[in-house]
């Protein structure tokens, strides 16, 4: 898969595309919004993947069956100094509008000549809520 990188002017900017890439399946945009290099994808349950190809790889499997996600993000915590930013963010998998599944994510962005990439995707499922406990 031939992409370019996008040309993004912040690191929410980024995390918007990298949603609605994750929403429609979209390998291309996502591979567009990932740095080439020092670079670092977990997905719920797999090891760490260091490379940009086979992060790119890995997203291309996980939209092959799938032409579009249910999925809402809200960001917990975010932190940016100078060039780097990191993000905490909740993502409720939804089924007919149902929450099935709740993943917390780290995402971290990188400032590059071009504009902001991203350059880390930590993702891990969430135990279910108990005792009335809030993601907030």
Known sequence: MKTSKLTLKSPDEVEAVFYEAFIHCDPE????????????CVH?????????RSIVRSWVNI??????TELKYTVINAVSAND??????????????????????TNVYRKFN???LMIEHHASL???LSNGQTLQ
């Open 29 to 40: 945009v996502m591979a567009g919004l990932w740095a080439d290099e020092d670079v670092i």
């Open 44 to 52: 719920p349950g797999s090891g760490a993947i260091l490379d940009y």
């Open 63 to 68: 939209f092959s069956d799938v032409r579009r």
């Open 84 to 105: 780097l930013a990191v993000h905490v963010v909740a993502e409720e998998m939804l089924s007919s509008g149902m929450v099935t599944a709740i993943v917390l994510a």
């Open 114 to 116: 071009a504009g902001w």
């Open 126 to 128: 969430m135990q279910s």
